[in-house]
């Protein structure tokens, strides 16, 4: 009986000091009672960890659609993370895209020109995709997660403590409220002492919240610590993606003019001759936006030699007809130029073939 006596008291207890709050809560909000002040540190004290949690929530969310657009993808990450499981693994976009591209490739054959080419970029489009997942594991690793732990962590205990504070603040002008109304002397003397009682409980909680706020300076020194590195991992990523794509371009080297009308030539009327065909095609290109890269300096020489010179085919080439010659990577041909031939193309021959190439295939060989 005697605890459940204490039950009963304690429970009418609290019900009295709720209503005595919101008493005190609606009195203020109409004007009819007066509203202790924090003082002018604490509020922009205060401010600053609002403006803190609202700023943070914005960039990791804004930062988790950068590193994963899917929002599927993202509910499902979240799922397993709450369960504590491990999501399961999933080829990315970039992985993907390379993965469709070296099974077309295979396809249409390693020694064509376009197979060839789709098996190189479908390679470098999954070392994108591997760069990419180490860019979402570093990121997530040291620039989500302190973020988070802060939302979660830090921040939850500051409202914690802050909605604490609003209630001994609430108590200290009730109680204040009180001993004005107060006129009897035992009245007032019960009055004065619970003044003193909740003024020292929210001049204690007032510091006890003041040293949790002024740990927002710390935060947002680890935070720019965590900025940094979030800086450094996509620095690598782009270094990363930059240097692939360049040792692509290296690889594919440059097409030629006849390749290029192949591929943007979607309504011409049949050409009577090689020479007015690419003449189309390279101003096709031109209009297409297309950037032909000039042969190299040593397939100029060629050009400027009179005799013939030695050279090592860089990639496989189809002949598009009998007067041109079908290459091999790697094998060596006899090379010369021919007097009014197009400046892409040279003279090949090999053994008792003879036709015309693309110079943009060779490699001239001292």
């Known amino acids: 009986m005697n605890i459940m006596d204490f039950n009963v008291k304690k429970l009418a207890a609290d019900a009295g000091t709720f209503l005595s709050r919101a008493v005190q809560f609606t009195e203020e ?6 509203k202790t002040e924090l003082d002018a540190h604490l509020e922009n004290l205060l401010s600053k960890a609002e403006c803190t949690k609202i700023w943070t929530e914005k960039i990791m969310k804004q930062t988790e659609v950068l ?29 993907l895209l390379g993965q469709y591209m070296i099974d077309a490739g295979t396809e249409f054959g ?18 994108i995709g591997t760069a990419d997942r180490e860019l979402i594991q570093t990121s997530a690793l040291n620039f989500l997660t302190p973020l988070r732990n802060f939302i979660e962590g830090d921040y939850k205990t500051i409202a ?36 003193r009682i909740t003024q020292s409980e929210f001049d204690r909680q007032a510091e006890i919240t003041r040293l949790l706020l002024e740990g927002i300076s ?20 782009y270094a990363q993606c930059y240097q692939y794509m360049l040792d692509l371009q290296k690889q594919l080297g440059s097409f030629p003019s ?6 943007n030539q979607t309504s011409a009327t049949p050409t009577p001759s090689i020479l007015p065909n690419v003449i189309v095609c390279s101003a096709m290109a031109s209009t297409s936006g297309l950037v032909i ?29 009998s007067t041109e010659l079908s290459l091999l990577a790697d094998e060596v041909i006899t090379v ?25 295939y060779l490699e001239l060989l001292n």
Not at 29 to 34: C, D, N
Not at 218 to 237: G, I, K, W
């Open 110 to 127: 390693p020694g064509t020109a376009y197979g060839n080419a789709l098996i190189k970029c479908g390679e470098t489009q999954k070392r």
């Open 29 to 34: 909000k109409l004007g009819q009672a007066e």
């Open 67 to 95: 590193l994963q657009p899917n929002p599927n993808a993202r509910i499902e990450e979240f799922v397993y993370e709450k369960l504590d499981r491990k999501a399961p693994s999933r080829l990315n976009n970039p992985e």
């Open 293 to 321: 890269t000039p042969p190299p300096a040593n397939l100029n020489d060629i050009k400027e030699y009179n005799g013939s010179r030695k050279a090592r085919v860089l990639y496989d080439y189809d002949a598009a007809n």
């Open 218 to 237: 710390s935060t947002h020194a680890h935070h720019l610590r965590c900025l940094n590195d979030f800086v450094e991992a996509q620095m690598t990523y």
């Open 258 to 263: 006849s390749y290029l009308c192949n591929n």
């Open 160 to 195: 914690k403590e802050r909605k604490l504070l609003q209630n001994k603040r609430l108590d200290l002008d009730a109680a204040k409220t009180r001993l004005k109304k107060a006129k009897a002397a035992e009245a007032r003397n019960s009055s004065e002492q619970e003044l």
């Open 336 to 360: 010369f130029s021919v007097v009014g031939m197009d400046s892409d193309w040279l003279m090949g021959e090999r053994g008792n073939q003879k036709g015309k190439v693309p110079i943009t």
